[in-house]
């Protein structure tokens, strides 16, 4: 909880900071790689810096966590919280990197703000910092704790046992570690970052959804080929389809992501479009493996059948359920799905029962999209959640 003497003043200057944070987030980015360059070559998505969006991401989260404190201030955006100390986890952020943030950031607003920082000013946003670093710290220090390694020390060597070609642009790898142990188990619906070593020496890392059933001797991620078009291709992507081949070793990081299932017999609506159905065919294995009973709602979305990673196993699992029902739209559904509507997904003609608790993944055009139908249908904002990779440019609270 913000201090009394900070209240005001964060109230006060938020209009102010916030129309200036995405200067603030430019300089400050500009500062910490000149310091430190090795944490853009081997840490930080180079795409997202190159299009500006890491950025955003960076000021919607300092804006949406102050405000907050001034308007709610007996509450805290904890589910935003988590979907970052998730991620800080998955690229192994230490404790000790929030001194270095906070040095260039600070710097940073007062290049960009000069005289209007004055030492209140600079106090109580000192405080709102370090509120919210304090918060993300402890959050990475259990999820560190309870994926039983020290802070940072993720890395494990994974060896590339099968690869499929499942479309054309997306292609599936099954991992086993390298030392011959047990991969490890993980919770349905998480993702494990990949660190690849690029032509240029640079050590790019991606998330990627585990898309297999949570089984503790092998793992399965998807991965799809970024082309670019509106943006940059993707660095990591491109490398692991033209260059990884079974019996390559792989630097793979522990799960990671809390797009997990909750405990209880309540029914669930899994939601996806592209390449967002990985994290669902893992709650799907998941669920038939368990013999669940649960009202299981499936939605997916995609280009046409062919584009549909993983399509005929989507179809197996649902069937396996015996209270679950699937819903399929492509753009272009052809003769091969005839049991698919066309165009994009609608869940608001879709058949949804009280009380349930919604689990998007996909670009984020269609989770806003869906969100909102939901939200319109009754569904509270808590019981929706989400999976991104990439910068959070959406930043849901609840």
């Not at 100390?85 to 600070?106: E, N």
């Not at 670019?228 to 033209?242: A, F, K, T």
Request: charged share 25%; aromatic share 6%.
């Amino acid at each position: 909880m913000l201090s009394e003497q900070s209240t005001p003043v964060v109230r006060a200057t938020l209009p102010v900071v916030g129309a200036a944070l995405a200067d603030i987030t430019q300089r400050f980015y500009a500062k910490l790689f000149d310091d430190r360059p090795e944490l853009l070559r081997d840490l930080f998505n180079r795409g997202n810096q190159a299009n500006g969006e890491q950025r955003q991401a960076l000021a919607g989260s300092i804006a949406a966590f102050a405000s907050m404190l001034v308007e709610h201030p007996g509450a805290r955006p904890d589910a935003m919280l988590a979907r970052i100390a998730h991620k800080h986890a998955s690229l192994g952020v230490t404790s000790d990197q929030y001194k270095l943030v906070h040095r260039h950031l600070f710097a940073a607003i007062a290049d960009v703000l000069g005289d209007a920082v004055t030492p209140d000013v600079a106090e109580a946003w000192d405080e709102v910092y370090w509120l919210m670093a304090n918060a993300l710290i402890a959050v990475e220090t259990r999820l560190y704790q309870e994926a039983g390694t020290a802070e940072g020390e993720i890395w494990r060597p994974m060896r590339i046992t099968e690869r499929h070609d499942e479309t054309p642009d997306a292609v599936s790898f099954v991992l086993r570690r390298a030392d011959g142990r047990p991969a490890g188990t993980f919770r349905p619906g998480q993702y494990v970052s990949v660190r690849a070593e690029l032509p240029d020496g640079a050590r790019q890392v991606r998330q990627y959804s585990l898309s297999g059933a949570p089984d503790g001797d092998r793992w399965r991620i998807t991965v799809k080929h970024v082309k670019g078009g509106d943006g940059p291709e993707g660095e990591v992507s491109s490398w692991l389809h033209g260059h990884a081949r079974a019996g390559d070793v792989l630097t793979v990081s522990a799960p990671f992501g809390d797009l997990v299932l909750p405990g209880g017999e309540g029914p669930l609506l899994l939601a996806s479009a592209g390449i967002g159905t990985t994290p669902m065919l893992s709650l799907l294995h998941h669920l038939a493996a368990e013999g669940s009973t649960r009202r299981v709602t499936v939605v997916h979305a995609d280009r046409t059948p062919a584009d549909h990673a993983h399509r005929d196993e989507l179809h197996r699992l649902v069937r396996a359920l015996p209270n679950a029902t699937l819903h399929l739209w492509y753009e272009e559904p052809g003769a091969h799905a005839p049991e698919a509507a066309r165009g994009r997904a609608d869940v608001t003609a879709t058949e949804l029962p009280d009380g349930l608790t919604a689990y998007l993944c996909g670009p984020l055009p269609f989770m806003r999209a869906v969100r909102g139908d939901l939200l319109g249908r009754g569904v509270p904002a808590r019981d929706i959640h989400y999976e991104v990779f990439g910068p959070d440019l959406w930043l849901g609270r609840d």
